[in-house]
C-alpha cells in the first residue's frame, strides 16, 4: 500500500460545478494524513462562482481567471486545454478530480490524459443518446469518459450505461450524486431559508417555479413554454409563477415579450444558487430544462415537468416524480394541470425516495479514490455503494 499522502487535483469552472464538487473537497480536507487537495480554478463562470466558493469556504490554488465575453466553445475550450497543461506541468498531481459535462471537465479531463495523471470523474454515466440534447453537454460528458481512470457514477442506471459502453466494472462505483449532499449542507447552514422577492405577495397561492435558457429551447419553443405557462396560471387562481429570466438576450426577449405584465406572474431577476434554493422548497410545481434542478427538485419532494424532449437523468420520470413533457403547449398544460388537479396525483410524485443520492455519495468517492490509489480490491464493495431503489420504486408505481 502506497504510504505517502497523495497529491490530488479537483477542478472546477462552473457554479454547478463547485457546488457539486464543495462535499468532495470537505471531505478530501477531513482525510489530512491521506490526501492533500490542490484546487483549480478556471473560472468558466466568474461571478456565479465566487459566491458559492464562498459560502463553502473554497481557496483554489490556481486561478485561471479563463472567462472572456462572449466566449466560444472553441475558444474556451482551446484556453481551459492550454492552461491546464501548463498548470498540470508545474504541479504534479497524483489525480485529477473532473466533475459533469462542462467544457472545463472535458478540456481538464483531456489536458490530464496527455500528461498521463489519473482522472476521476465525478457524474460519470449520464447519458441522453442525443448528441444534440443537451448541447453540448453530452458530448462534453463523453469524450470526458474516454479517458476516465475511475468513473464515480450517481445511480445504477449510470453505471449500467457505462457498463453498456465497455467500461470495466471495477472502474466504476455507484456513490449517489453529490449534488444531495451539498443541498443537505446549505439546509444545515440555513443557506435556504430566504424570503419571496419583494414583488412576488407571500399569500398563500400555490407557486410555479420555473427555469427554461437552454439554446435547445430558444426560438418557438420556448415561445410555446411562455404560451403554457399563462394558459396555467389563467386556469388555476391560486398558483403565482416565478420565472428566474436568464440574462441571455434570447431567453429575455420572448419571456419579457410573451409574460411580461401577466397578473401573477413574476419575472424576476437571476438569483443567487441560495435564493434559488429558497424558492425551490417554497414551490409546488417546477418547470425546467435544467439538469441540475432535476436533482435538487426531488430533495425537497417537489414534482417536476421536464421542458426537454430527452434527459440524461430519467430516474425520477422512471419513478413516478417526474415527468418528460417536451416543449409543446399542449403538453405543457396537459401535464401541470393533471398535478394542480389532484391532491392524489400530487401525493404520488412528491412522495417517492430521491433516485439521485442519499448524502453520503463524496464520502464513497473518497475512500474510492484512495482504494484505487493504493490498488486495493475492490474499490468499494457493492453493498456500500449508493442503490437508488429504481426498480422497485417503479413496481411500486405501476401497482
Known amino acids: 500500500m502506497v504510504n505517502k ?5 479537483v477542478v472546477f469552472g462552473t457554479r454547478p460545478e463547485a457546488i457539486k464538487l464543495a462535499p468532495v473537497i470537505s471531505e478530501l480536507n477531513s482525510r489530512p494524513e491521506q490526501f492533500q487537495p490542490f484546487l483549480i480554478s478556471t473560472a468558466q463562470h466568474r461571478s456565479m462562482l465566487d459566491q458559492v466558493m464562498n459560502v463553502f469556504g473554497i481557496a483554489p490554488h490556481v486561478d485561471l481567471d479563463l472567462m472572456q465575453t462572449n466566449q466560444t466553445l472553441s475558444s474556451l475550450t482551446c484556453r481551459v486545454l492550454q492552461a491546464m497543461d501548463s498548470v498540470l506541468l508545474e504541479n504534479p498531481l497524483d489525480a485529477l478530480v473532473v466533475q459533469g459535462d462542462t467544457t472545463t471537465a472535458f478540456a481538464a479531463a483531456l489536458a490530464a490524459f496527455y500528461r498521463r495523471v489519473l482522472v476521476a470523474h465525478v457524474e460519470a454515466g449520464l447519458r441522453s443518446r442525443d448528441i444534440a440534447n443537451p448541447f ?34 471495477d472502474q466504476i462505483v455507484t456513490t449517489g450524486n453529490t449534488v444531495v449532499d451539498a443541498v443537505k449542507m446549505l439546509v444545515d447552514m440555513q443557506m435556504a431559508d430566504q424570503p419571496l422577492p419583494a414583488s412576488v405577495p407571500d399569500d398563500g397561492s400555490r407557486i410555479l417555479l420555473i427555469t427554461s435558457h437552454r439554446r435547445e429551447s430558444w426560438g418557438t419553443e420556448l415561445e410555446n413554454i411562455c404560451d403554457a405557462i399563462r394558459e396555467i396560471v389563467t386556469s388555476f387562481s391560486d398558483v403565482r409563477a416565478i420565472y428566474p429570466v436568464h440574462m441571455n438576450p434570447n431567453v429575455r426577449g420572448t419571456v419579457m415579450t410573451r409574460l411580461g405584465n401577466l397578473d401573477r406572474v ?14 425551490l422548497r417554497r414551490s409546488y410545481l417546477v418547470l425546467t430544462d435544467s439538469g441540475g434542478v432535476q436533482e435538487e427538485a426531488p430533495t425537497f419532494g417537489k414534482p417536476v415537468l421536464v421542458l426537454r424532449k430527452v434527459t440524461e437523468r430519467p430516474e425520477a420520470s422512471m419513478m413516478g416524480l417526474a415527468r418528460i413533457v417536451g416543449t409543446t403547449r399542449e403538453a405543457i398544460v ?39 490509489m493504493n490498488r486495493v480490491t475492490p474499490v468499494l464493495d457493492l453493498s456500500q455503494q449508493f442503490d437508488s431503489g429504481v426498480k422497485e420504486q417503479i413496481a411500486t408505481v405501476a401497482l
Open 136 to 169: 453540448p453537454e453530452e458530448v462534453n460528458r463523453r469524450l470526458a469518459g474516454v479517458v476516465t481512470a475511475l468513473h464515480f457514477a450517481p445511480t445504477p442506471l449510470a453505471r449500467e450505461n457505462l457498463l453498456a459502453e465497455g467500461i470495466a466494472a
Open 334 to 372: 396537459r401535464e401541470a394541470s393533471d398535478i394542480l388537479s389532484s391532491t392524489v396525483v400530487y401525493r404520488t410524485m412528491s412522495e417517492g425516495v430521491n433516485p439521485y443520492g442519499d448524502g453520503r455519495a463524496a464520502s464513497r468517492i473518497v475512500e474510492s479514490l484512495w482504494r484505487w
Open 266 to 279: 413574476h419575472l424576476i431577476e437571476p438569483v443567487d444558487y441560495f435564493g434559488f434554493l429558497s424558492l
Open 5 to 9: 499522502r497523495l497529491r490530488v487535483g
